[in-house]
């Protein structure tokens, strides 16, 4: 009896039920389990519902679709227990369908079965921005298709890995498109699965509710680790235009950013059969390798008056560390072997910042302070005149450099690994004596030309330099003792949006004129544009490093004080949503006002990582 009870209640779950389609007026048909909600359209093959919760818990409330593309024919439609059928108008029942859909709890199938001599329709999914930001995962063609297998993966909600039965190479179509007029300036993802073709024959096409994170941790039934499993791989963005990892799929691709790509690719288990997060990260490599210019590098909008003066010096730091954990996680000595002297070249234009000798980058830039061109930081914080001896590209430098000793190790170059390390031990010996400062017992950001240190208590430049070992740990002690002792008296508690890059506001010498919704102030003491995007502003960008410290510290308590409430605020896509007046949450002012622009921005996102310094 109870057998068939629990029998009837499963069968309850699994089930189609009419809907309506939210202003589109025509009916659908529905499917729903705790992983996954999708519904049909009754008058062409479509979708025109799609929701997934990698969880299993049944957050399937956002419909990320965009209502389908009105058909170019009319068709028929037969359901037959969990399976929908689509014939052209007019074709007999008993020829093949053109496509056919099958669901159950974690799976969709879209199977194309027409005479291929009367190709299929192709199946477009167009995403949303506003819902969510989608993103294909996967080895990637020149013209941005992507070879399958691969992911379609929704930060905040949950991922399909898609496979399929087809013989051959299969694509899928991948675009980010403008709106028309008047919402030009608006974005959305196109997904396209091609119909039967003459060269193709019956398409099939398998899209699997997956949950990718590192296993064996002791989280997998710990509530307070849901936004860390549902989340681990939103920081991988595959753009189609720039064909690299990017903030989102319709944004701007960054040097600079890269090395947190292959940070967290390290932990990430493999996405589909012979396909891994690192082989995205080391097409990425590939691309700037042969001379793709992104964002932190002079040439990105060569001929614009957005053109960057100077590489970030940033720039050659991020792009190392992402080789050397490529290198590390895959063991691709063929790769390393076809371009270590590529990599040499990076190391050389790193190296070659360092101007007086003494082991630091120095940023060449000559003005000491602003107002400047927009167009000439030293380093990710692009609106902050970090200048000279830059602490914090200094320490991605040191880290870049133990990597390349790394690679030269594993090429056999043992004069070159003698070279990178000694160079890390000499940039190490003088760092902390660089830049920490008596006066606020913190690390500075910048040390200008006439010797003055630029300190506004940034939280980044200290945790890096205690999670890099770049400082001893009583120093390390004393320096997080007075940051924590600085958030409580400047009165900052919301610890689920992250955590100020500054705690202090910066004078407007050394902020960009941007204008005060940007952080770029008018007063001379920074005040007026306090807590606006990088001046002040709250987000998850390097809170990774800040927890990191923490628990590396032996700090456990004060770590997880700051771990789990982000961890909630990514189970609850905190940072992916938008203001009443359009501007986005991956920024905040202290009191939770959205101070963004990209409506999703990965960086945020490498503060998954925290939770494995936990262990």
Same mark, same amino acid.
């Given at each position: 009896?109870?057998?068939?009870?629990?029998?009837?209640?499963?069968?309850?779950?699994?089930?189609?039920?009419?809907?309506?389609?939210?202003?589109?007026?025509?009916?659908?048909?529905?499917?729903?389990?705790?992983?996954?909600?999708?519904?049909?359209?009754?008058?062409?093959?479509?979708?025109?519902?799609?929701?997934?919760?990698?969880?299993?818990?049944?957050?399937?409330?956002?419909?990320?679709?965009?209502?389908?593309? +009105?058909?170019?024919?009319?068709?028929?439609?037969? /359901?037959?227990?969990?399976?929908?059928?689509?014939?052209?108008?007019?074709?007999?029942?008993?020829? %093949?369908?053109?496509? #056919?859909?099958?669901?159950?709890?974690?799976?969709?199938?879209?199977?194309?079965?027409?005479? %291929?001599?009367? %190709?299929?329709?192709?199946?477009?999914?167009?995403?949303?921005?506003?819902?969510?930001?989608?993103?294909?995962?996967?080895?990637?063609?020149e013209d941005g298709s992507i070879r399958l297998p691969t992911l379609l993966h929704l930060p905040g909600y949950g991922t399909f890995r898609i496979t399929t039965g087809a013989p051959g190479e299969l694509n899928l179509g991948y675009e980010v498109l403008h709106y028309p007029a008047p919402r030009e300036k608006e974005k959305f993802v196109r997904v396209t699965f091609p119909g039967t073709s003459q060269s193709k024959g019956p398409m099939d096409y398998v899209l699997e509710v997956v949950s990718i994170y590192p296993r064996g941790l002791g989280l997998d039934k710990d509530? /307070?680790?849901?936004?860390?499993?549902?989340?681990? #791989?939103?920081?991988?963005?595959?753009?189609?235009?720039?064909?690299?990892?990017?903030?989102?799929?319709?944004?701007?691709?960054?040097?600079?950013?890269?090395?947190?790509?292959?940070?967290?690719? !390290?932990?990430?288990?493999?996405?589909?059969?012979?396909?891994?997060?690192?082989?995205?990260?080391?097409?990425?490599?590939?691309?700037?390798?042969?001379?793709?210019?992104?964002?932190?590098?002079?040439?990105?909008?060569?001929?614009?008056?957005?053109?960057?003066?100077?590489?970030?010096?940033?720039?050659?730091?991020?792009?190392?560390?992402?080789?050397?954990?490529?290198?590390?996680?895959?063991?691709?000595?063929?790769?390393?072997?076809?371009?270590?002297?590529?990599?040499?070249?990076?190391?050389?234009?790193?190296?070659?910042?360092?101007?007086?000798?003494?082991?630091?980058?120095?940023?060449?830039?000559?003005?000491?302070?602003?107002?400047?061109?927009?167009?000439?930081?030293?380093?990710?914080?692009?609106?902050?005149?970090?200048?000279?001896?830059?602490?914090?590209?200094?320490?991605?430098?040191?880290?870049?450099?133990?990597?390349?000793? +790394?690679?030269?190790?594993?090429?056999?170059?043992?004069?070159? +690994?003698?070279?990178?390390?000694?160079?890390?031990?000499?940039?190490?010996?003088?760092?902390?004596?660089?830049?920490?400062?008596?006066?606020?017992?913190?690390?500075?950001?910048?040390?200008?030309?006439?010797? #003055?240190?630029?300190?506004?208590?940034?939280?980044?430049?200290?945790?890096?330099? #205690?999670?890099?070992?770049?400082?001893?740990?009583?120093?390390?002690?004393?320096?997080?003792?007075?940051?924590?002792?600085?958030?409580?008296?400047?009165?900052?508690?919301? !610890?689920?949006?992250?955590?100020?890059?500054?705690?202090?506001?910066?004078?407007?010498?050394?902020?960009?004129?941007?204008?005060?919704?940007?952080?770029?102030?008018?007063?001379?003491?920074?005040?007026?544009?306090?807590?606006?995007?990088?001046?002040?502003?709250?987000?998850?960008?390097?809170?990774?490093?800040?927890?990191?410290?923490?628990?590396?510290?032996?700090?456990?308590?004060?770590?997880?004080?700051?771990?789990? %409430?982000?961890?909630?605020?990514?189970?609850?896509?905190?940072?992916?949503?938008?203001?009443?007046?359009?501007?986005?949450?991956?920024?905040?002012?202290?009191?939770?006002?959205?101070?963004?622009?990209?409506?999703?921005?990965?960086?945020?996102?490498?503060?998954?990582?925290?939770?494995?310094? /936990?262990?």
């Amino acid at each position: 009896m109870h057998k068939l009870r629990l029998v009837f209640i499963l069968g309850l779950c699994c089930v189609f039920f009419p809907t309506r389609v939210s202003g589109s007026g025509r009916g659908a048909l529905a499917y729903r389990s705790a992983y996954l909600k999708v519904g049909y359209s009754q008058d062409q093959p479509a979708l025109t519902a799609l929701a997934v919760d990698s969880l299993g818990k049944d957050k399937l409330d956002v419909n990320v679709l965009l209502n389908p593309d +009105q058909a170019s024919r009319a068709f028929s439609v037969r /359901r037959t227990g969990q399976t929908v059928k689509y014939w052209p108008e007019g074709e007999a029942r008993s020829n %093949p369908p053109a496509w #056919i859909f099958t669901t159950s709890a974690r799976q969709i199938r879209f199977r194309s079965s027409n005479d %291929p001599r009367k %190709p299929a329709t192709p199946i477009v999914l167009n995403f949303d921005l506003r819902l969510s930001h989608p993103t294909l995962l996967g080895r990637m063609n020149e013209d941005g298709s992507i070879r399958l297998p691969t992911l379609l993966h929704l930060p905040g909600y949950g991922t399909f890995r898609i496979t399929t039965g087809a013989p051959g190479e299969l694509n899928l179509g991948y675009e980010v498109l403008h709106y028309p007029a008047p919402r030009e300036k608006e974005k959305f993802v196109r997904v396209t699965f091609p119909g039967t073709s003459q060269s193709k024959g019956p398409m099939d096409y398998v899209l699997e509710v997956v949950s990718i994170y590192p296993r064996g941790l002791g989280l997998d039934k710990d509530p /307070r680790f849901d936004g860390f499993r549902r989340n681990f #791989i939103n920081i991988f963005q595959l753009s189609p235009r720039f064909r690299v990892l990017a903030n989102n799929a319709g944004s701007d691709a960054c040097a600079i950013t890269v090395y947190q790509y292959g940070e967290v690719a !390290l932990q990430t288990p493999p996405l589909a059969q012979d396909l891994t997060a690192l082989d995205l990260v080391r097409e990425t490599l590939d691309r700037y390798l042969h001379g793709f210019k992104g964002c932190g590098m002079t040439g990105y909008n060569a001929g614009t008056k957005n053109e960057t003066g100077y590489d970030f010096m940033d720039a050659y730091p991020s792009l190392i560390i992402a080789a050397a954990d490529y290198v590390q996680g895959s063991q691709d000595k063929h790769w390393l072997c076809q371009n270590y002297s590529g990599l040499q070249a990076w190391a050389r234009r790193m190296l070659d910042f360092d101007s007086d000798g003494d082991g630091l980058l120095e940023y060449p830039q000559t003005r000491e302070s602003g107002p400047w061109p927009w167009n000439h930081p030293a380093n990710w914080w692009d609106a902050i005149w970090f200048t000279h001896k830059d602490a914090f590209s200094n320490e991605l430098a040191y880290k870049a450099l133990l990597g390349m000793a +790394q690679i030269a190790g594993m090429a056999e170059k043992p004069e070159d +690994q003698r070279l990178y390390v000694e160079r890390a031990e000499k940039l190490r010996s003088v760092f902390a004596a660089t830049f920490h400062n008596p006066a606020t017992g913190v690390l500075a950001g910048w040390k200008d030309k006439k010797g #003055i240190l630029h300190d506004y208590y940034f939280t980044f430049v200290n945790s890096m330099a #205690i999670s890099l070992g770049l400082v001893s740990d009583d120093l390390s002690n004393r320096i997080m003792d007075r940051l924590l002792a600085e958030i409580k008296v400047v009165g900052y508690d919301r !610890l689920d949006m992250g955590v100020p890059g500054n705690l202090i506001a910066i004078r407007k010498e050394d902020y960009n004129s941007v204008g005060i919704e940007w952080g770029g102030p008018e007063k001379e003491d920074g005040s007026d544009a306090f807590q606006n995007y990088e001046n002040g502003g709250a987000s998850a960008c390097y809170m990774k490093f800040f927890i990191e410290a923490l628990y590396r510290l032996g700090r456990s308590k004060e770590g997880d004080r700051f771990l789990f %409430p982000l961890l909630q605020a990514f189970e609850e896509r905190q940072f992916d949503r938008r203001g009443p007046d359009g501007r986005s949450t991956d920024w905040r002012r202290w009191d939770g006002t959205p101070k963004g622009y990209e409506g999703f921005l990965a960086d945020n996102y490498l503060a998954v990582l925290a939770a494995l310094a /936990r262990k």
